[in-house]
Every structure is written in C-alpha cells, then in structure tokens.
C-alpha cells in the first residue's frame, strides 16, 4: 500500500516535504492543524497558497503573484499531507480505528474509503505494539467527516454492498453478451447504466466470476518473452496448430506475435551503409543486383583455418569489384529504409525480404573480407615478424580476430567514390592500428609444439545482424529430412547463390509458398 494518496498539486506536495523534515514537535502540531483544516475547506472555493501555508505552518509570504488552488483538488492533497507527516512519526495506535472498521462504522466498504479519502477523510499511520504501522482513522476526526458529508456517505452506504440475488442477475446478464465481441469492461459499462451500479462495482463482480471471465475476458497480449518462446518452437520444428492448443491462442495471434517480435529486432538494428551517386539511378537495382558478382556470392564460411590463407580465392577487376561494393550498400539501405518503415502488424513478407537482404549483403561482405584478407594477413606478419604457423595458438586466435574485425570494418564502409579499394584500404588501415597498438611478445617455444587451429563462423560477429546467418551446414543436415528440403534450405539461406525470399523459392521451385514454409521449419 502506499504511504500517500497520489498528489495532484505541486506546492502542496513540497510543503509535505518540508513538514515532514520539521522538529518532532512542530509536525505534531501542525499535523493536527491540517486536519482541522481539510474540514473547512469548499469543494468550489479557490484558495490562495500562501492562505494554506499561513494556516498550516503560521508563515506569511510577502508574494503577490500566488497560485490559486481548487478546493476539491486541495482537500484530497491535505489529506495525502496527513498520511506523508503521520508516517514520519510514531504516533501510538491506541483507540484509531482501522479501514475495515471505519467502514463498518460509515456502512460502506473498504474501497469505498478509498475514494473517501481523496474526498477529505483523513487517516494517519499509527504504531501498533508490535511496531507494525497502519492506516488509522481518529473518531473526532471520522464524526466531523460524517457530520460535513451526510449525503455522500448515505449515497454511498446504500450501494455499498450486493446482494447475492442482484450478484447474480448481473452476471447472468452479463453472459447475455456471449460473442458480440465486447469487452469485460465494455459490459461492465453497459449493465451499470440498467443497474444504477457503480462500473468498477460490476466490474469487479464480473472479473470474479469465472463464468463471465470465460465468456467476456480477453485473454492478455502476448508478451515478448512468450513470442520468443513461441519463435523458438516453431523453429524448432513444432506446428502453429499444436502451439495454439498449448497457449490457448488462434493461430494468427501467435502468427502476429512472432512477426511483431522480429520486426521489433529489424527496427533495432544499426545498419550502417554508404550512400552512393548510382542509387539514384531508376534501375540501379535491377544493374548492380542482377550482376553476376552480386548473385554468386559463396555460402556462410563456418570454418577458418588461418594458416591456410595464402592468396585470395577470387580476384575482381575494377567494375566487379565496385559492383560489389555498391550491392552491400545498397541491400543495406534498402533494408534500413523498409525496417523503419514497419507497421504494429507487419507482413511477413516484408519480413522475409529485410531479413533475406540482411543476410544477402553479408554473405557479400564476406566475399570482400576472403578477397582483403591475404593481403592484411601478410601485414600482421610483417608486424609479428614470423609466419602465423610459428604462432602459440592462443595468440594468434586473438590476432586473427584483430585483423578481421578490422578488415570487416572498413569492407562495411568502403566507399569506391573516393577511390577505395578491397585490396589496399583495409591493409593500410590494418597497418596504422597495428602501429598504434603495442604487440606483446612473442615466445620462442618451437613452432612443432604449436597446434593448428581453425576458427569457428569467423565473420558472423562482424554484424548486428549475425543472427540471421545460420552457424552450421544446414543443407546438409536437413538431407536426413528430404532432399527437396536441403534444396529448399540451401537457397533460403545462401548455399546455391544468393539468399532468397519464401516467394523468390517457390517461383523458382514452382511450389506453394505453404509448401516453401513447411520445409523450412525447424532450420
């Protein structure tokens, strides 16, 4: 429970604060002079604060320009007042009644003293023996509320409490509502208009009823982490249909709740790209993605050994390689642009084609790393002064990530325009980082003894997208399953080509895209 009804004026919440840091004596005081003072307060009557502070604490303010508070507005704030200054204290709780007592003693109930409160029924905190604080309410106190608001409490000690028989005829009614689509409140509203019940009244009665919750109740949205729950089964192989049963949700509630997940991942992504001049162009991606060295891109590399990297295994020539550059860039910028673009409820196929993007100019950025990568290694050597191979294998993993996060770094922002290139850029600012830095020693122990290593998806890391890109070989482990399904995971995900969209597979494949779907569940 809170210490204090909710304040809903500022000047008056200050002065509680300073009230509450005053001398034991001075609160005490001035704690009863409040009380006395909530009572001579009007609903309709405005009230100049340096009125209020004069009554309570004896001071006069010498500004003109005072702030002109409502009475009904300052009534409930005095009495939040009461309760912030009476929980400073150690008042005894000798003969102060409790809530359920006050309310038994008025004929309401207990949450009707709540709304009491804010209407001007003060309750201090009081000490039990035990030490234990509660809510307490002084019965001289609770006989000048009575006598003040003799036609509220009547009001309020007439409804105050259901009889079971009318218990019953609102929820019965209430059930007369079964599959018109209205909410529990909504219904709660309706029958509180026939009834001359309060809607939080009715409400309530209904929200503990389990016929009417079963009949009117909405089950709560989906929350992020049940999405990511649901995400996972469904990758795992599960079918939507048994997932609704278990979560007692349609199927396109779960649907949306997944797609709603993985667009709020896309809009998060930092996806930096390179503006460049041929983007203007009407058929900039019909050129530069219909390339031959824009849709040959090789699958995701698992494996790295990087001993073995001697010379690139693929060499551009000038044109090829600025069109590679500028297909990483632009598959980035369209991706950034459709990610921020996304609605509440996104189309999955929409999804599909961010996602299928994203993973498409990895796989190209990866192709520019593989090309830059011989030339930044004999860079490191050149630091290290020896071969990788002379290498304990601890330091030269350490190494090797160096280098490819840096090489993955300037591949991410190569910029053809200013006459950047795959091979050069990224060795010289390799070489000006390995300069900077300070190169630990290396020992002499002999290279025999040194065990080769190979570095497990090296270039999955370089981009906050990493998770789109698959970490082992699925077109073959989805072989146990059927052959249409490898081919289908192979073209999903960039081992025959480029990645493409479930739409893109079933036209090239000639299938429905329900058929598409199936085979790509669970990999």
């Not at 608001?149 to 309020?156: D, T």
């Not at 919750?213 to 649901?230: G, H, M």
């Amino acid at each position: 429970m809170p210490i204090a009804p909710r304040f809903h004026i500022d000047h008056v919440h200050d002065l509680a604060l300073q009230i509450k840091r005053a001398p034991l004596p001075v609160r005490l005081n001035q704690l009863q002079t409040i009380e006395s003072l909530i009572f001579e307060i009007e609903d309709e009557t405005l009230y100049p604060l340096d009125y209020i502070v004069y009554r309570i604490t004896g001071y006069r303010s010498d500004g003109e320009d005072q702030p002109m508070l409502l009475g009904s507005a300052l009534v409930g704030d005095l009495v939040a007042t009461v309760a912030v200054v009476s929980h400073s204290l150690n008042i005894p709780a000798e003969s102060a009644l409790t809530v359920e007592e006050t309310a038994k003693s008025l004929g309401v109930s207990a949450r009707t003293i709540s709304r009491l409160r804010r209407e001007g029924l003060p309750f201090r905190w009081v000490a039990e023996s035990t030490g234990r604080k509660r809510l307490g309410c002084v019965a001289t106190t609770l006989q000048l509320f009575r006598e003040k608001h003799k036609e509220r409490i009547s009001s309020a000690s007439g409804f105050s409490r259901l009889s079971q028989k009318e218990r019953n005829e609102l929820v019965n009614a209430a059930l007369q509502y079964s599959g018109s689509g209205r909410s529990l409140s909504d219904v709660a509203e309706e029958l509180s208009k026939d009834s001359g019940r309060g809607h939080e009244t009715i409400r309530s009665l209904l929200k503990r009823s389990p016929k009417a919750r079963q009949v009117l109740e909405k089950p709560p949205p989906i929350t992020r982490t049940e999405a990511r729950r649901i995400e996972q089964e469904i990758n795992n192989g599960n079918s939507w249909v048994s997932l609704a049963g278990q979560h007692d949700r349609t199927v396109g509630a779960l649907r949306k709740a997944v797609l709603r997940l993985r667009a709020t991942r896309l809009k998060q992504l930092d996806i930096p790209y390179v503006e460049l001049a041929s983007f203007s162009r009407i058929d900039a991606d019909e050129i530069i993605l219909g390339a031959s060295v824009s849709k040959n891109v090789s699958p995701p590399i698992l494996e790295l050994n990087p001993t073995a990297i001697k010379n690139p295994t693929t060499k551009l020539n000038v044109v090829d390689e600025t069109t590679a550059v500028s297909a990483m860039h632009l598959l980035r910028r369209r991706a950034f642009n459709q990610a921020r673009e996304l609605d509440y409820s996104p189309n999955a196929d929409m999804l599909d084609r961010i996602e299928t993007d994203l993973r498409w100019t990895f796989l190209l950025q990866q192709d520019l790393i593989l090309i830059a990568l011989p030339t930044a290694i004999a860079v490191l050597v050149q630091h290290i002064g020896r071969p990788l191979d002379e290498l304990p294998s601890k330091r030269l993993v350490v190494l090797m990530n160096e280098v490819i996060h840096t090489v993955a770094d300037v591949c991410s922002t190569l910029d053809p325009s200013k006459g950047q290139t795959i091979e050069k850029t990224p060795a010289f600012v390799l070489d000006r980082f390995l300069s900077a830095s300070s190169t630990p020693e290396i020992d002499d122990r002999a290279a025999a003894k040194r065990s080769a290593i190979s570095l497990s998806c090296p270039f999955h890391d370089v981009v906050p997208w990493s998770t789109l890109i698959p970490r082992k070989n699925l077109p073959k482990q989805s072989l146990d399953k059927s052959i249409e399904c490898s081919e289908v995971v192979a073209l999903k995900y960039g081992w025959s080509g480029r990645p493409l969209t479930v739409i893109e597979i079933a036209q090239k494949l000639d299938r429905k895209q329900v058929w598409v779907r199936r085979q790509l569940r669970g990999w």
